[in-house]
């Protein structure tokens, strides 16, 4: 595994994704691989969520957002959900539970074709439900009604369980109260 550490940002490549994004970076001429991977939080999530998770790592003191990208390795099969990173099979859940300590949120940018639900004890997950389509992992485009934000993409909070769009702006206040943030206008 290939570990990028982006400013407040820990890029996580397993070794074929890796490979994936250095074939990517001489074919298009790019200089490193940080200008080139398509993940960002504008593409997956809506403003109230992307604040939620903002707030968040101030309330548990940590702002470091770690990204996991990998190729599922149990496509088609329904165990464990697991990334192939080498000649080796990671579950996903046990590379949570050691990650997680030094995140406010996990993005798992890895096929979850079997919906398998995985949990944290202190980070925000950022993970599908389903496998990522090739284009830019659900990059969002208002003309086609299967790319709206959060389409592909779940977000568990630690000690709540899922909140999605619909039920967002409860959780966003609840957290502005405990912190005692004004609202965003």
């Known amino acids: 595994m290939k570990i990028l550490r982006l400013g407040n940002q820990t890029l996580y490549l397993a070794e074929s994704a890796f490979q994936d994004l250095e074939r990517e970076k001489r074919e298009l001429g790019y200089s490193d691989i940080e200008s080139l991977h398509p993940y960002s939080l504008k593409r997956v999530f809506s403003q109230a969520q992307r604040e939620y998770i903002e707030l968040y ?8 957002l770690g990204i996991l990208d990998a190729h599922s390795s149990n496509l088609g099969r329904h165990e464990d959900w697991t990334f192939r990173d080498g000649k080796k099979d990671v579950n996903i859940q046990n590379w949570v539970n050691r990650t997680e300590k030094d995140h406010h949120c ?7 074709g ?3 639900e995985v949990v944290s004890k202190k980070a925000i997950l950022v993970y599908p439900f389903a ?10 485009n208002p003309n086609r009604p299967d790319s ?5 993409f779940s977000m568990y909070v630690p000690n709540i369980g899922f909140v999605d769009d619909y039920t967002v702006d ?3 206040n609840k957290l502005r109260e405990k912190l005692n943030t004004p609202k965003n206008d």
């Open 57 to 64: 790592s101030s309330l548990i003191g940590v702002n470091n």
């Open 106 to 112: 996990l993005a798992l940018l890895v096929c979850n």
């Open 114 to 116: 079997h919906r398998q």
């Open 131 to 140: 496998n990522l389509p090739l284009d830019g992992f659900g990059e969002f």
């Open 148 to 152: 709206q934000p959060g389409h592909v």
């Open 170 to 172: 409860y959780h966003l």
